[in-house]
């Protein structure tokens, strides 16, 4: 089979049916005759006219076709998408290499004497989850495919896998743990999986939700044991993740996380401190990455903390920081319990930008405060943003005035260019004019702003900082 002859889509395989066949060769040449000649390559005796209704009826689904994924990034970053624009054109250079490194685990996955396979699912790994879940129906027809993971949330493209014919169900809520245990239980008891709360599924074509389930009590969550994954060696492991809260406290006008979680949850003190011993008594860990949306917000975690420094347990920790509920008493009160680094969304250093965030920083403050924990041997790192909607050369020159004159404090910053998402609540205001991207089902958005700031300009800024930054640590 000759690529030339036909429009590929991401992968392909072996396909003995007009109906796999649409699903693996869709593109923009449903009614071309050259479309596709693998029925007589594979000496197949199938009717082109039942081919091509079939691919008509699939043209619009997500993944095997070109352009989705390059529309994907656009609505991440559509400055990012531009630059990155020639790793679309180089994917086939690479495809036949993952495809083969993504079957070894995918037979890995078959010989397993499971039923279920269940895929949390991310922007990063979409593409290779659906190829393994395809692969995975056609040599285990019976298996359940369940796909959860930020992708499957109903904001985001729930609606576009549930589409996919090879996929079962659909586990849309945040907090999957529940619906999935609720699956594996009703399957195990032979009840029915349908009934389960938090998911969703195809049925006589149409698309079927279950009522979400009660939130998750993050104090009856059981510690994670890692050593229940195969081939566990504890004495890999540097660094474990802690979770501390649920949500966030802050409204930043470009965030969609409380679209997501709702209302802020935080663990017992007694409840964090006994995973942290655990991990300390049975992995010999202590380090820890707080994975938190911000750790100060969480007044268990400090009540923790004066816990562990009571009992001389001493840890080392880092994680994300809200800038505006810190203060110098506080920062060196967590560096004296084992603070070692620090993410801080500072996104701008012009309060005029700043306001427009609905973030409460004081410039000066946290400039002084950066001072501060570089003296004490605290790593901070800086989340900016550019681009954001009413941000002009003067605005953008005041970020770039703050980051040269910090720069000694700072041991790097991690730059992004505003991305327009649907449930945020910038989403539906004045400063932004969003923009559908094809197909609908992708649910991904690019936009334009009233301010004469084009994506050009944007792409000229994330430019200008990456070199300036790259320049600065030579």
């Known amino acids: 089979m000759s690529e030339t002859q036909y429009k590929l889509g991401i992968f392909y395989g072996p396909a003995p049916d007009t109906k796999m066949l649409a699903q693996k060769f869709v593109g923009n040449l449903v009614n071309d005759d050259q479309f596709c000649k693998a029925c007589e390559l594979l000496e197949q005796n199938v009717k082109c006219d039942h081919c091509r209704e079939n691919l008509r009826n699939y043209s619009n689904l997500i993944y095997f076709y070109e352009k989705i994924g390059e529309n994907l990034i656009l609505s991440l970053c559509p400055v990012c998408s531009q630059l990155y624009k020639p790793f ?112 969703g599924f195809m049925k006589n074509n149409k698309m079927f939700f279950t009522e979400p389930p009660n939130k998750l009590n993050l104090n009856n969550l059981p510690i994670p044991r890692y050593d229940f994954l195969e081939d566990f060696n504890h004495k890999f492991l540097k660094t474990l993740n802690i979770l501390t809260a649920k949500g966030c406290l802050n409204k930043c006008f470009f965030c969609n996380e409380n679209s997501i979680w709702g209302d802020f949850r935080i663990k017992n003190p007694q409840i964090i401190y006994n995973e942290i011993e655990y991990y300390i008594n049975n992995y010999g860990i202590y380090n820890f990455e707080i994975v938190d949306n911000a750790f100060n917000l969480s007044e268990s975690f400090r009540k923790t903390l004066d816990s562990l420094y009571n009992s001389n347990v001493k840890i080392t920790w880092g994680g994300n920081c809200e800038i505006s509920h810190i203060n110098e008493k506080q920062i060196f009160n967590y560096i004296d319990r084992g603070l070692s680094h620090c993410f801080f969304g500072l996104e701008s250093a012009s309060s005029k930008i700043l306001k427009l965030m609905n973030k409460r920083i004081n410039i000066n403050n946290f400039s002084k405060l950066l001072q501060q924990i570089s003296n004490a041997g605290v790593r901070a790192y800086l989340y900016i943003m550019i681009g954001f909607p009413n941000e002009t050369e003067k605005d953008f020159g005041e970020t770039i005035n703050f980051i040269k004159a910090n720069a000694k404090y700072i041991e790097n910053i991690i730059v992004s260019v505003f991305t327009l998402m649907k449930s945020s609540p910038i989403f539906d205001s004045n400063l932004v004019k969003p923009i559908a991207l094809n197909p609908p089902e992708l649910n991904a958005w690019t936009y334009e702003t009233f301010d004469g700031v084009t994506h050009k300009e944007r792409m000229k800024r994330f430019l200008f900082i990456k070199k300036m930054w790259k320049n600065i640590n030579l």
């Open 88 to 199: 679309f054109y180089q994917f086939s250079t690479y495809k036949n290499k993952t495809k083969t490194i993504l079957d070894k685990y995918i037979n890995k996955l078959l010989n397993y004497d499971s039923k279920i396979y269940g895929f949390s699912v991310t922007t990063g790994n979409s593409i290779s989850s659906i190829y393994a879940a395809q692969r995975i129906k056609e040599e285990k027809p019976d298996s359940i495919i369940i796909f959860g993971g930020p992708e499957a949330f109903l904001n985001y493209r729930a609606t576009l896998y549930l589409k996919l014919p090879f996929i079962d169900l659909l586990v849309y809520h945040p907090e999957g743990e529940i619906p999935l245990l609720k699956i594996l239980s009703k399957k195990k008891d032979n009840n029915n999986i349908y009934n389960s709360p938090g998911i």
